[in-house]
């Protein structure tokens, strides 16, 4: 495209790009704000540990509900408080 001025402005056409999916599944890619430099390794390591203390929290979860049944957990969303 060629620019077409207007006294002291020019007429540009703006262009957007979209870039999607570029990470591998599972992949975490949030970044710390804090740290000075972070490596693919110690993210992959991080994740690791997300996903291990949610297996536990899962399997905690599961020995409290055949402890003392299904309805033994909630979210907090879907309990009404006692002033409702």
Do not use: C, W
């Amino acid at each position: 495209m060629i620019p077409v001025e207007y006294g002291d402005k020019i007429a540009v056409r703006l262009i957007g790009v979209k870039a999607g999916n570029l990470i591998k599944e599972g992949f975490d890619p949030q970044l710390s704000l804090f740290a000075a430099t972070q490596t693919v390794d110690d993210i992959e390591q991080k994740n690791d540990s997300i996903e291990r203390h949610r297996k536990e929290l899962i399997a905690a979860m599961d020995s409290v509900q055949d402890k003392y049944g299904d309805s033994a957990l909630k979210m907090a969303s879907l309990i009404k408080s006692q002033e409702q």
